[in-house]
C-alpha cells in the first residue's frame, strides 16, 4: 500500500511540476545536470562506447536523455513508463530512438543479455521491495560491471526511523542511512570504488555511488 501511494503521489508530482515549464529549456536544463554530473565522475567511472546500459526506474527525464546521443545500447524502464507517456506531454519516446524503453519495474526487470553499466538515479528508494531490488539489479549487472547509484541518504537516526512509522516523506517508502545503502551494494557482492556528497541538506544529504561487480 505504502508503495501504491508513493507512485501515485510520484505521478502527480512530475504533473505539477512540470506545468508551466519550457520544455525544450527543462530538458536542455536535465542534459547539463546529468553531463555534469558524469564529468564530476570521470576520474572514477566514464560511460564506455558500444556497451550495453541501462537506465532503472528512469523517470520521464533520467540520465537515458544523454546516454542516448553516445555510441551504446541504451535500455530504459520504469514502471509508471505508460502514464508518463499517456499523461505528460514532455515526454515521447519516439525522440530518443536509440533508447529500448519498458513499462517495468526495478523488482521484475530482465535483460537477455547482462548490462555492462547500470544507471539507477534518485530511483532506489521509491520501489516496493528494496532488497530484492538491489539483488535483481546486480543480477542484470556483468561480472565486472559497474553499477551506479544515486540516493537521498537520512543524516539522523531519530528522523529516520520516524519517517519509517509516519508518512513524513509520502514520495520515497524506504528510509536509511548511507551505511545500510552502501551494505545493499556490498552484500551482493559489489565493491564501492567511488563515493561521494553530491548535495547536502537537514535531513538527507545527496550521494553518488560506483560500485563494480566482482
Known amino acids: 500500500m505504502k508503495w501504491k501511494v508513493a507512485q501515485w ?6 504533473k505539477n511540476y512540470l506545468q508551466g515549464k519550457n520544455k525544450k529549456e527543462y530538458y536542455e536544463w536535465k542534459s547539463n545536470y546529468w553531463n555534469d554530473l558524469l564529468t564530476r565522475i570521470k576520474p572514477h567511472f566514464q560511460v564506455p562506447e558500444n556497451k550495453l546500459l541501462v537506465d532503472a526506474g528512469c523517470g520521464p527525464a533520467g540520465i537515458f536523455i544523454v546516454l542516448n546521443e553516445t555510441k551504446n545500447k541504451t535500455v530504459a524502464f520504469d514502471p509508471l513508463l505508460d502514464n508518463y507517456q499517456d499523461k505528460l506531454a514532455f515526454f515521447e519516446i519516439e525522440e ?4 529500448r524503453f519498458e513499462n517495468c519495474g526495478i523488482e521484475n526487470f530482465e535483460l537477455k543479455e547482462k548490462a555492462d553499466v547500470i544507471f539507477c538515479m534518485n530511483a532506489i ?17 556483468k561480472p ?8 537521498d541518504a537520512h543524516n539522523h537516526s531519530f528522523f529516520k526511523h520516524t519517517f519509517r512509522k509516519l508518512p513524513g516523506d509520502i514520495l520515497h517508502p524506504h528510509q536509511y542511512d548511507l551505511k545500510e545503502y552502501e551494505d545493499f551494494l556490498t552484500g551482493n557482492g ?3 570504488v567511488h563515493e561521494e556528497r553530491i548535495k547536502k541538506e537537514f535531513f538527507f544529504d545527496h550521494y553518488l555511488t560506483v560500485a563494480k561487480k566482482h
Open 9 to 14: 503521489a510520484e505521478l502527480r508530482w512530475w
Open 96 to 99: 530518443y530512438s536509440n533508447t
Open 125 to 141: 528508494n521509491h520501489v516496493s521491495d528494496i532488497h530484492l531490488s538491489y539483488r535483481n539489479l546486480i543480477q542484470q549487472l
Open 144 to 151: 565486472g560491471g559497474t553499477i551506479v547509484v544515486t540516493i
Open 190 to 192: 559489489c565493491q564501492i
